[in-house]
């Protein structure tokens, strides 16, 4: 069945530092792929999305590249800030089938000042 | 400003007690999904319905838990008898479901989740 795999956390990181958080997936035909994030005490929130190959998703200074040949949708950002310290999940949804979105494990990140 | 709300937000209940928990999705939305997030399993679907039917119910333990929608605007997750395995942060979420043919967003807007603490 379709699966998302994400970098085990946590992540630490300074101000400013660069982010890469690595997903990878598995899934029949081309779904479309997606990063939410979760911040303390509160339910998930769309961050961005691509819904083809070579798509990039982009929010908040936060990117990532739909890249079909490797089965990728990494999460970066150039410099991130204390305000970034959240939890960040890697879903897809099939575009086959019931269409429900599938969740990676989460990735929490923490930047220091 | 347009969200799900979920009730309650925080419940305490004793081990055999059922637990009902009530969610309502945003107007118009047409697809409800229900995940239940732990620290050791993180984020797992237990239920989905589209249209008020249920299309995926197969995360759920069927011997305790049932989900149902009485409407477009209620969706409930009962769990009866409970048990302290079933401690966790449940959430709802919706979105809209165009169907195969026309496609959709993709983009589920999550309600605050509800606390439940088994004793």
């Known amino acids: 069945g379709d699966s998302v795999t994400q970098m085990e956390g946590p992540v630490t990181l300074s101000e400013e530092a660069f982010l890469t958080i690595n997903c990878t997936y598995t899934a029949t035909g081309y779904p479309s792929l997606f990063w939410y994030v979760q911040y303390p005490g509160e339910g998930l929130q769309l961050l961005l999305k691509a819904t083809k190959a070579d798509d990039k998703g982009s929010n908040k200074g936060f990117e990532a590249t739909y890249r079909k040949e490797t089965t990728s949708f990494h999460l970066e950002k150039g410099s991130v800030q204390v305000s970034d310290s959240a939890v960040y999940f890697c879903?897809?949804?099939?575009?086959?089938?019931?269409?429900?979105?599938?969740f990676g494990t989460g990735t929490r990140l923490l930047v220091s000042p | 400003d347009a969200r799900v709300t979920q009730t309650p937000r925080d419940k305490v209940t004793e081990m055999g007690q059922e637990v009902t928990m009530r969610c309502q999705p945003i107007l118009g939305h047409n697809t409800v999904f229900w995940y239940r997030q732990t620290m050791m399993q993180g984020l797992e679907l237990l239920a989905y319905?589209?249209?008020?039917?249920?299309?995926?119910d197969s995360g759920m333990p069927k011997d305790r838990f049932s989900a149902e929608m009485p409407d477009a605007t209620l969706a409930t997750l009962k769990i009866q008898p409970s048990e302290p395995r079933d401690s966790a942060v449940y959430f709802c979420?919706?979105?809209?479901?165009?169907?195969?043919?026309?496609?959709?967003?993709?983009?589920?807007?999550f309600g605050e989740g509800s606390r439940l603490t088994v004793l």
């Open positions: 979420a919706s979105g809209l479901g165009k169907g195969l043919a026309g496609g959709n967003t993709g983009e589920l807007f």
């Open positions: 879903a897809l949804r099939s575009n086959t089938g019931f269409q429900k979105l599938v």
């Open positions: 319905f589209r249209n008020r039917a249920p299309l995926d």
